[in-house]
Structures are given as C-alpha cells and as structure tokens.
C-alpha cells in the first residue's frame, strides 16, 4: 500500500531588501489618470502577487498569488485560504497597471475596513474579499478592475482529464520583483473533481500536472485560446499532494466554488441591506 500524504505548501518566504523596492513600483497617486490601455493587457499579466510582512522577522515576507475577479459592479480577490491567512493590512498587492507599468498598494486601502477582510470558504482551502472603491483609490480599483476575470469565465463544470491548461502565479517568487512578470506553466487535468483530504477533513479537488512550486498558491489555472486570451478558469492552484516516493500532483480548488463563494458574500450584503431597510422602515 502507498502511503500519501497532502501538502498544501506554504506561501513562498523570501527576502523584504530584495523583493519589494518602492523603487521599482511607486505607489500610483489618487490624481493618477486611469489607462485606458486594456487591450494591451496580456491573460497572464491579469494575475497580481500580494506580500506580508513575516510578524516573527520583519526583515522577510511571505508571498502568494492571486486575481480578481468581476461579478456585475462588483469586484473580488481571490486567493488560497493559507496565504489569505498570512496577510494584513499593510500587505502590498503588487501588479501591472494596463500600460504595463509596475504598481502597488497596500491590501487596506483597497477592501471593507476590517481587521479580517477575507471571508473564508468552509470546506476548500479558498478566500475571497471584496475590493472597494473609496475616495482615494479610484486609480488603484480602476486598473484592478481591468486586469479582472469576468465571473461568466468561472468553469461550473470540471474539465475533461488530458484538458490543456496554464497555470499563472509567482512560484518561489521569481517575476514578482522589479518589473513585474508572473510565470504561465502549461499542464494538463489529470482527474475528475475528487474528494481529498486536507487539515480539517476533505474538499473537492481537480488534480493537475506538473507539481509547481510554492508561491504559486492562489494563482488560477486557465484554458486559452491560440491567441492566448481566456477561454475559462478551471481553477486556483492551492498545492501539491505527495507521496513517500517523492511523486506530485497538483491541486486546484474547482471554479465552481470560487462562484458558489462570491454569490454567497453577495446574498449575505443582500439580506444585510434589507434587514437595514427594514429597521429604517419600522423606525
């Protein structure tokens, strides 16, 4: 009998001195003019890195990938639940304005003030918040927005296995500093959506080749076109599943879930604002 463990890897550590230099991105200024560039935005370029500080050792950081995500007027970051766990405040997202220049801001100025901005899914190793547009960050919330994945490219349906796909993020953090460049891996689906164990029970995996490294957590796995544009997302790279023999898989949380979790945080406002209705209404 083989005896497998599953690994989700965490957040690839690295060097602050090294990795973010205000230098190579200046924080964009509220008069900053929003790009209007948005064909010249390559698919891969659409997927952003978020850095922490490590609490334990200011002098290095943890990092992760991620994207956004547009449903209607609303948008939403997505990430794996681990890193989500990692961020803070004055954790920088950095990523490629629409005119490919490197840019950053800090995660606070950007979600719903909040000492945890992250909603959390119950049974997959998935967090979305949302980003909201205030006084201040329209610049940032404008170029954000144009790098999303429209929420229609979300799968409902797993993939067929042998299914082409590319996975997009910053595995031990190479292309995340200077100007910005997130790696795109190509692969394949290797299984249908199974059950598989992690830390608190199971969830529902896609598995995927080739094993990737850490700091890929939180980037998304796509299907393209020939041109390279986005056909649909398959998924969120999380981790891999190993074994005693050194073997690897990938695993990716289902896009159905990172749908199902977004319609939740919109019927939770939803109910949240008719409950307010109604008080305003009974007073």
Partial sequence: MIKSRFLIPMT????????????????????????????????WDRVVCIKSRDASNPQTGRLCSAFMI???????????????????????????????QPQWVTLKSIVKPSKNPWNRDSVSDL??????????????????????????????????????????????????SGTLSPLAVPGHIVSKELPAKNDWGTEPIIFSSPPLAQGTSGGPALITADDATCEAVIG?????MNDQSGAKLSKLVPSRLIKQLINEANQSDQSHNEAAEAKTEKN
């Fill in 12 to 43: 690839v550590l690295y060097m602050l001195a090294i990795q973010i230099d205000p230098s190579n991105a200046e924080e964009v200024s509220p008069e900053f003019p929003p790009s209007k560039h948005v064909e010249q935005i390559e698919t």
């Fill in 70 to 100: 547009r449903k209607q007027n609303r948008l939403f970051l997505i990430t794996a639940g681990h890193a989500s766990s990692e961020t803070n405040g004055e954790s920088q997202l950095h990523y490629l304005d629409p005119q490919n």
């Fill in 127 to 176: 967090a979305v918040a949302e980003l909201i547009q205030r006084k201040g960050n329209e610049p940032y919330i404008s170029h954000l927005n144009q790098l999303a994945f429209d929420e229609e490219l979300l799968a409902s349906t797993a993939s067929k296995r042998r299914t082409e796909i590319t996975t997009i993020g910053f595995p031990l953090g190479i292309g995340s």
């Fill in 236 to 240: 969120m790279y999380i981790g891999v």
